[in-house]
């Protein structure tokens, strides 16, 4: 009879404990779910035959994020006090299309998947991420890298997902001071004997007072290590990227120079610009153009151009309607999205996409 009631009194104070202990996690940290899900029809007049290299002819589909990466994710924050916080994000990628991953390194969680701590003095992550290099081409996209007719295309066709989800990696992104913030990251190849076998790092400067911005970015990348994934993240290349934006009031102004040095294939150059422009709050149109071409043969080129309109139904849900054209010379395969038609054939070929998208 002692000994029950010890354990029931026992039991209450561990209870009463670990209530406690959760008021307080529950006041010093939080965990959101969040997601985006995408899917347009997409239509283009050419298709690239994998196996011949020829025109396959007209392709009408639906496709999974026709303007951007369908996705969803975990990310949370602790406060440790004195101004310094832990994080954290798990992201995958999923595809509205058929249920499977989308666009990611094909692992789950393979969009991003990492902890961290950030302070006045920075922050510093360790885990699966994206580059300084990727999020340098982001800001100076006119088109927010749309998965449809923008830099995005250009990108994944020269080096798949390189740069983009990096495995084993480490960064630090100082605050921002007067204007300028760096980033540098350095993803260890993991391999035995051989520290050179997929490693990469990069690095970014950049300077934005809220209408004016400037920035530069470079990535270095080794094949091999062990951080292989389904989709292709090491693949050997060079990347170098300087451009500037600037803002009219609901109108921003865009233009960049990138270039690729992807061992055993093109080295490229990409000049690109456009605009994006608010009509109203809830409508927004944007453009760019972008021209390739391969520094080690000029005859290997490519014109890529695009417009789109969006339209918010609300805060959350939104539709759209995109419209490209992509004119290949020589060699280069440039296509017109990253899902369906991410490499083309020679000449000229037209495509549009219209679909939804829903924040959560």
């Known amino acids: 009879m002692v000994k029950t009631e010890w354990f029931a009194k026992r039991n209450i104070a561990v209870g009463v404990t670990m209530v406690l202990f959760a008021g307080v996690a529950h006041a010093q940290s939080n965990v959101t779910l969040y997601g985006l899900l995408d899917s347009g029809l997409l239509y283009t007049s050419k298709t690239l035959n994998s196996a011949t290299g020829q025109n396959a002819g007209k392709q009408f589909s639906l496709i999974d994020s026709g303007s951007a990466p369908s996705q969803f994710g975990l990310q949370g924050t602790e406060d440790l006090g004195g101004g310094l916080k832990a994080e954290f994000k798990l992201e995958s990628g999923i595809s509205v299309a058929n249920g499977g991953f989308g666009i990611s390194n094909g692992n789950l969680f393979g969009r991003q998947a990492y902890v961290g701590l950030k302070s006045d003095l920075g922050e510093v992550k360790a885990g699966l991420q994206l580059s300084p290099f990727f999020l340098a081409a982001y800001r100076l996209d006119p088109r927010g890298m749309s998965t449809f007719g923008s830099s995005a295309i250009i990108y994944v066709d020269s080096v798949a997902a390189t740069g983009v989800f990096n495995s084993n990696a480490v960064s630090y992104t100082s605050p921002v001071i007067y204007g300028f913030q760096g980033s540098v990251m350095y993803a260890l190849g993991g391999e035995a004997g ?5 490693r990469q790092y990069s690095a970014d400067l950049h300077y934005d007072n809220g209408t004016l911005l400037i920035d530069a970015a470079f990535y270095n990348g080794n094949s091999g290590g062990t951080g292989q ?4 993240t090491t693949v050997d290349f060079f990347g170098r990227m300087l451009g500037a934006s600037y803002k009219f009031g609901s109108l921003t102004v865009k233009a960049s ?3 690729y040095k992807v061992s ?8 690109g610009g456009g605009a994006d422009y608010y009509i109203t709050p809830t409508i927004d149109v944007n453009g760019g153009v972008w021209y390739t071409t391969d520094r080690n043969d000029s005859s290997n080129h490519s014109v890529l151009g695009a417009v789109g309109g969006q339209y918010l139904l609300s805060r959350q849900t939104s539709v759209y309607a995109q419209v490209g054209i992509v004119n290949n010379h020589g060699k280069m395969d440039t296509g017109l999205s990253i899902d369906g038609a991410l490499y083309g054939t020679t000449g000229t070929t037209v495509g549009t996409v219209v679909g939804i998208r829903h924040l959560f």
């Open 229 to 232: 994934t389904p989709i292709p």
């Open 257 to 259: 120079f990138a270039s």
């Open 264 to 271: 055993g294939s093109f080295s490229s150059n990409v000049y």
């Open 194 to 198: 051989n520290f050179a076998a997929g």
